[in-house]
């Protein structure tokens, strides 16, 4: 096996660089062709979310592989490569499989547990038949991906330790509330008709929303979602379908807005959502920036409200030490407080004092400051070496026998500014790119969660029991990948082998024919039939047991063993992968 997975997610990169290399159906269509014409990468698959790109090939060379893949990443996404490689993440052979189970699973997900992965991993491997991308590697893979990620919520309580990207917004949007007491009697605006549109939709109607607007691009899809979500059971919703021209409009009545589309560029300016909120309030809705303070997604704590400013006050003296990077408490310090002094080092562990001592070394500060220790005092006038370092930790070191411990770093408590007014207008962007400005989180009568907010809120949400159970069953299920790989790996080479001694035997019945011209049908058969079965029982044993010592780890090495011992032709053994891969192929991607 070698599979090879590049790319980025919400765990490795910012959303500001996720939102610049999002693909659009295009550019996956161009990358997978462009990758599987690439030298190193025989089949090639896109899965595109809204919090990941990863581009998933069988290659022939590792480091060619990645530098190949990553470069194309880089040019279909429009992110310079330098810029991209920072954020990049590779994994190869069973570390791939790992990570593409997990996935599936949910536990590598923004909100864990969450099964809509499950379409959008269903969708890639589509995309990639009908591209002709995907050979027999990527189509066992990903439909072994899916067997994995139903299991798991089959056999274990995930879906509790999770939920759906679109009910964990609506949760940020109620700052706490439930939901359904939150939407209920509420009209909703939603953008966009896809999977995860129409997903909000569904959500928002069971919990209770009094009108559903739906705007899209192509009508006949916006006016389908509608109908469906008129005729659905257990609901008693308005629902219409609107043109996207229409948006502007319905802004001004709608309470809620969620919005995912597939659009390159804003579907919701900043200045149409203030013209939405001051058409309904007759108030400003711009935040003067001396009040508005850093933007914070919905639900975040006090100390991040956008609203919340740092009081001068709470800050250390300069006679402190307020320097950048330093590992102090600097606003718990008193008067005559030095960063080089006993008391600044005093109960520090062994790394802080470390760190510490790097910093100071680093000449942030002068060493030779009054209230530094004599031993402080010759280290630091001291020319630096590993000697001299390692002085300056010891001495640093033996001040916590003496005094007690001071607190660790934190922030200087905030306080809080003036109110904002409740919000009036709710809105949801779950796209990528944004569809939303995010300088609407600077709108007074707006709350805004976006992908931005609710990967800083997940960071947070608590883990179910039942992730180790998932673990679990995608560590079995990755090793039982990985010797059905191998098993299969080696199967050619098996019939090649059988095919070699088949041709053997009928050579030489043909040859004792030639001696035997009055040899008579009965015997002749009874003669084949003996000489097959002595060849067969002779392969059976040495063919099983190869199988299964391929099947384990580190067994790749068998197949080319058995080439050798029997001498079979390498060309011959590849006619059977060929036949093989082609039907599968046909299989897998039906007619065409």
């Known amino acids: 096996m070698s599979l090879l997975v590049v790319g980025l997610s919400h765990r490795s990169a910012p959303v500001s660089v996720l939102e610049r290399a999002a693909l659009n159906p295009d550019a996956q269509i161009k990358l997978l062709q462009d990758t599987v014409a690439a030298e190193p ?16 090939a069988d290659v022939d060379k590792f480091h060619a592989g990645v530098a190949e893949l990553s470069t194309l990443l880089a040019q279909h996404s429009g992110v310079g490569l330098e810029e991209l490689t920072p954020y990049l993440y590779v994994h190869y052979e069973d570390r791939a499989v790992h ?32 591209l002709h991308t995907a050979g027999r590697l990527l189509n066992d893979l990903f439909q072994q991906a899916l067997r994995v990620g139903k299991r798991a919520h089959s056999e274990t309580g995930i879906d509790r330790a999770g939920q759906s990207l679109v009910t964990f917004g609506l949760e940020q949007l109620a700052a706490g509330g439930g939901v359904d007491d939150w939407a209920r009697g509420k009209k909703a605006l939603v953008v966009g008709a896809g999977s995860m549109s129409s997903l909000a939709a569904a959500t928002l109607a069971r919990a209770g929303v009094a009108e559903i607007v739906i705007a899209n691009r192509t009508a006949e899809r916006a006016e389908r979602l509608a109908q469906i979500l008129t005729e659905a059971d257990g609901t008693d919703v308005a629902a219409r379908a609107v043109p996207m021209a229409s948006v502007p409009v319905e802004l001004t009545r709608a309470d809620v807005v969620v919005s995912c589309t597939g659009a390159t560029g804003l579907v919701l300016p900043a200045d149409a959502v203030t013209a939405a909120v001051e058409d309904r309030t007759d108030a400003p809705a711009a935040v003067p920036e ?17 609203d919340a400013r740092t009081d001068a006050s709470a800050l250390p003296p300069a006679s402190a030490g307020t320097e950048e990077n330093c590992p102090l408490d600097l606003s718990a310090a008193q008067a005559g ?20 001592a790097a910093w100071v070394d680093n000449g942030t500060v002068d060493r030779r400051d009054g209230g530094a220790s004599q031993a402080l005092r010759a280290a630091g006038e001291a020319r630096r070496t590993p000697e001299s370092d390692a002085e300056l930790i010891t001495a640093l070191a033996a001040l916590t026998a003496r005094v007690g411990r001071i607190p660790e770093l934190r922030r200087p408590e905030p306080v809080a500014g003036p109110p904002r007014p409740a919000p009036v207008l709710f809105l949801l962007d779950l796209a990528m790119p944004r569809d939303i400005d995010a300088a609407v989180h600077r709108l007074a ?45 080696i199967t050619p080479t098996v019939v090649a082998l059988r095919t070699m001694a088949a041709d053997v035997v009928a050579n030489e019945i043909a040859r004792l024919e030639g001696r035997l011209p009055g040899l008579d049908d009965k015997h002749r058969s009874e003669i084949t039939q003996t000489v097959k079965r002595v060849v067969d029982k002779l392969l059976h044993a040495p063919t099983v047991r190869v199988k299964q010592l391929a099947a384990e780890p580190g067994g790749a090495g068998y197949a080319d063993a058995l080439r050798t011992l029997f001498d079979l032709d390498q060309e011959a053994v590849a006619a059977v992968s060929r036949a093989d891969d082609d039907s599968e192929n046909s299989k897998n991607r039906g007619p065409a």
Request: glycine share 8%; charged share 20%.
């Open 445 to 489: 009568g707006v709350r805004l969660v976006d992908i931005e907010s609710l990967a800083e809120a997940s960071a947070d949400a608590p883990m179910a029991a039942d992730v180790d159970r998932v673990r679990r069953i995608v560590s079995d299920e990755v090793a039982a990948f990985g010797a059905a790989l191998r098993a299969a790996h």
């Open 337 to 356: 407080f030095s960063v080089m002094g006993e008391a600044a080092v005093a109960g520090m562990d062994a790394a802080t004092l470390e760190q510490h």
């Open 290 to 306: 001396s009040a508005a303070g850093p933007v914070a997604p919905a639900g975040a704590p006090k100390s991040a409200e956008p």
């Open 41 to 56: 990468a025989a089949e090639a698959a896109v899965l595109a979310t809204c919090n990941r790109i990863e581009l998933y």
């Open 99 to 130: 990570h593409l189970f997990s996935v599936a699973c949910g536990l590598d997900s923004m909100v864990v547990g969450e099964g809509q992965i499950l379409g959008q991993i269903k969708d890639s491997l589509a995309k990639a038949q009908d």
